[in-house]
């Protein structure tokens, strides 16, 4: 999803992760985001996206949902895959 921020002139990508409610899944989706800040840092690797902003939304049956907000890009990985495979 795209969205942008009064003021601000630069889009951004909202991520939604719906967190499993088992140990295991919520570890995984843990391990995503801390994995995504490590390498999103600015001494980080340049083509891995900056986290700006993670919103959580609790339910109150216990559901989780997770938002992250991500600098936008024009393309996805596998619009890049899909396009070196037909070249």
């Known amino acids: ?3 942008s921020k009064a003021g601000l002139d630069k ?11 088992d140990t ?10 801390s994995i995504l800040r490590q390498l ?19 339910e109150n049956n216990g559901d ?6 991500l600098d936008y890009m024009e393309c996805t990985m596998r619009s890049l895959i899909n396009d070196t495979e037909h070249t």
């Open 1 to 3: 999803m795209k969205a």
């Open 11 to 21: 889009p951004f990508a909202i991520k939604m992760i719906k967190v499993p409610n």
């Open 24 to 33: 295991y899944g919520a570890k995984k989706v843990l391990r995503e985001i």
């Open 40 to 58: 999103g840092t600015p001494k980080g690797h340049p083509f891995i996206t900056n986290i700006h902003d993670i919103i959580i939304d609790e």
């Open 64 to 69: 989780m949902t997770v938002f992250l907000v």
